[in-house]
């Protein structure tokens, strides 16, 4: 029994670790780099017989198991093992229920075979005992005790030689021993204050990407300040990516509003997601404080009550907006009413504020969420700053069929996704439209940018059939009658703030070196760096990104920006 238990969690390790390599040949090895902390979590077994074994060895296989089944599916999604930080802060995800159950494949039961073939031994055990033939000779405390000291110094040795690179870290810890190594390093660095070193390391960093926040290309030196006295709208789309934009399945448009405004719009067309286990939060993060995400966990979830970021509500605070954000999902997902006042938003509309609504998907459909910000709008005196967070085409997709725009021929992955986008792009017109009645439209903006990607980031390749998004999501800003224009300048999600700030007209000196992002109105690239620290070909300041997620670690986990520097 104890054997079995041992193989078939080390097999489970070689799975999950495949599916976070994407297959890789390395990930073989993780059967072997799995065994010395496994023997380590089963070798209390030898001091145990009877009942009391098959008991222990259960339950250690049952816990595991649920661990890197959680493991597998968030690889699914993001490519990256599940964070201790997200299993702690499970309880605070209401509503995702459906969104993992997307991530389910029914092969999946597979995972669960050993736990059978566990109670037909334990069934087994039982008759033997009834039916006892000879006495088995104990297991001493100094066989355990060599067995448990041999599998210590093996993972130590393994700690000792682990790369840097995530995706080896898996291969040369196991995921199991990743995340004892990840439970480890929070215990030494929870809420630690940061070294002198460290500070002056987050100092020079910034002061060094400073230089890509001040200049503009000579070609755009026209829209510095195009957007200042408008009323700003900041449409964060839910899983919205960029090769959806004029994308035609079938002969239909998924978004004949976003496809509409291009021509009075600025298209920023290279902008790669960075978000990591915070997904939407962390787009909240990038966007709005110009911060990197955390490595390891939500810095919403982990560091809420974080100040002193130059966020972009602060920034238009001190230009005469009074900054209201809403969404219609609960106010506690992702811990935003604790976050949101901290990044200088006078109001919060969360579900439970909105003056009606239905529900649909995770939270309250759409069409209420502009429906709300409309009347948020008539209660607001000019400049308005109003940051709307769609909620409808976030996963699994399920539109009632009454909703459905498109006429697609399948029911499988892509195609819903296609219809919630659809959908939410023809409320988005709708909110337009009503702005245009109430004579507001001509002096405001909208902003749309994806949080994150959608079936890129989680549907199997069998229900994938959009072209290669190759890791972007949209950044546009509409602004009703200007000449349109297309740039392609290569950057990030953390870009959007300081590139927001020049079109908003606001001095340079009032963000540069407070924020981690670049604009992309400059003569250079913006921040292209992806999500998993990897510098895109072509990137400029390529030292300074390569250290951005890094950096951004420090600063957060030591709240740096809220003290004096």
């Known amino acids: 029994m104890l054997l079995l238990v041992t193989a078939a969690l080390a097999a489970k390790s070689v799975l999950v670790a495949a599916a976070v390599l994407e297959m890789d040949r390395w990930a073989a090895l993780v059967a072997l780099s799995a065994l010395p902390l496994i023997a380590l979590l089963v070798s209390p077994a030898l001091l145990l017989h009877g009942r009391s074994r098959t008991a222990y060895l259960v339950s250690a296989d049952v816990l595991v198991t649920l661990l890197l089944v959680a493991d597998l599916l ?50 087994s055990a039982r008759w033997r005992r009834s039916h006892p033939r000879k ?97 700003v709208y900041l449409v964060q789309f839910e899983s919205l990516e960029e090769v959806v934009l004029e994308a035609e399945p079938f002969g239909q448009e998924v978004t004949p509003t976003l496809n509409g405004w291009m021509e009075e719009s600025l298209v920023f067309d290279h902008v790669v997601e960075q978000v990591r286990d915070g997904t939407s939060s962390d787009a909240e993060l990038l966007m709005l404080a110009g911060v990197y995400p955390l490595r390891s966990g939500a810095a919403f979830m982990r560091f809420p009550d974080n100040a002193g970021y130059t966020s972009l509500p602060r920034l238009l605070q001190a230009e005469g907006y009074r900054p209201v954000a809403l969404h219609g999902d609960v106010r506690t997902f992702w811990n935003r009413d604790r976050v949101f006042p901290r990044l200088g938003y006078e109001r919060y509309v969360a579900e439970r504020d909105f003056a009606h609504g239905t529900e649909l998907g995770m939270g309250l459909a759409d069409e209420d969420l502009f429906d709300q910000a409309l009347r948020e709008i008539d209660r607001l005196p000019a400049p308005r700053f109003l940051h709307l967070i769609t909620t409808t085409s976030h996963t699994p997709w399920h539109l009632p069929e009454p909703l459905q725009g498109l006429e697609l021929p399948g029911d499988d992955a892509t195609s819903r996704y296609l219809q919630t986008v659809h959908y939410t792009d ?9 702005l245009e009645e109430r004579g507001l439209l001509e002096r405001s903006a909208i902003v749309v940018v ?14 994938l059939w959009l072209d290669d998004n190759e890791d972007r999501v949209p950044f546009l800003v509409h602004v009703p009658g200007m000449d349109g224009r297309r740039i392609s300048t290569s950057g990030g999600q953390v870009d959007v703030l300081p590139t927001l700030a020049q079109l908003l007209g606001i001095p340079a000196e009032r963000y540069a070196g407070a924020v981690m992002g670049r604009t992309l ?6 921040s292209a760096v992806s999500s998993d620290g990897e510098v895109l070909p072509g990137a400029d300041g390529a030292e300074l990104l390569r250290e951005a997620y890094a950096v951004s670690d420090l600063a957060v986990t030591g709240d740096w920006f809220a003290r004096p520097r």
Request: proline residues 4%; charged residues 20%; negative net charge.
């Open 450 to 463: 994806g949080d994150h990607q959608g079936p890129s980031r989680y549907v199997a390749e069998d229900e």
């Open 74 to 123: 968030n690889a699914r999604a993001s490519g990256r093992l599940l964070s201790l930080h997200m299993v702690a802060a499970a309880g605070s995800f209401e509503g995702l229920g459906s969104s993992v159950l997307a991530m389910v494949r029914w092969y999946d039961v597979v995972l669960f075979a050993d736990l059978l073939a566990l109670g037909a031994l334990a069934a």
């Open 135 to 231: 006495q088995h000779r104990r297991v001493r405390p100094r066989t355990a005790a060599l067995v448990a000291g041999g599998a210590a110094l093996a993972f130590a040795v393994q700690v000792l030689a682990q790369s840097s690179d995530p995706g080896l870290r898996v291969v040369a810890l196991s995921p199991l021993g990743a995340h004892a190594h990840e439970a480890y390093d929070e215990l030494v660095d929870i809420n630690r204050a940061l070294t002198p070193a460290e500070r002056e390391r987050v100092g020079d960093w910034l002061a060094g990407n400073a230089a890509y926040q001040r200049e503009v290309a000579p070609e755009h030196a026209d829209l510095v300040g195009l957007l200042e006295g408008r009323d």
């Open 426 to 434: 023809a409320q988005l017109g709708q909110f337009a439209r009503e």
């Open 521 to 526: 109105l400059g003569p250079h690239s913006g």
